[in-house]
């Protein structure tokens, strides 16, 4: 019996020594597969800032704030305090209720990233404001 169980260790413990221990996973960061523009780039950082002014120009009306969509960018145009004007046409939900009917509107947001220096003459934080919101 003991020769039985000594054989049957020696064949348990062989081929644990030639075990390969598991092939890490690749583990890949989130946004590898995507394609992500300039332009998505752009939208995440003044969606905020337009989603409020939609809910504000259309009276908080939910269909306003969740359903509008930005088209395109139009201009961009780099100011000389550091900052950026983005205008772009979005497309707002009619407010009659109309399914398939939409108001192009145009917004204007001036992007002014945080900048403390003496070579380029700036000192303000992260800011993002409407400067103008036209109906069309």
């Not at 000594?6 to 064949?11: A, G």
């Not at 002014?53 to 509008?68: D, H, L, Q």
């Not at 070579?119 to 400067?131: A, D, M, P, R, T």
Request: proline share 7%; charged share 25%.
């Amino acid at each position: 019996m003991i020769v039985l169980f000594t054989i049957l260790l020696i064949f348990a413990t062989d081929t644990l020594v030639y075990a390969k221990p598991p092939e890490p996973k690749e583990i890949k960061p989130y946004a590898e597969d995507w394609y992500v523009t300039p332009e998505d780039i752009i939208r995440d950082i003044i969606f905020p800032a337009i989603d409020k002014r939609v809910i504000k120009e259309y009276g908080g009306k939910e269909a306003s704030g969740f359903g509008w969509q930005q088209q395109r960018i139009v201009n961009i145009v780099y100011n000389n305090n550091h900052s950026y004007d983005i205008s772009l046409r979005i497309h707002v939900p009619d407010s009659n209720n109309k399914p398939f009917e939409y108001s192009e509107d145009l917004v204007k947001v001036r992007v002014s990233p945080s900048c403390d220096s003496p070579k380029i003459g700036c000192s303000h934080g992260f800011k993002i404001e409407v400067l103008d919101y036209q109906h069309k």
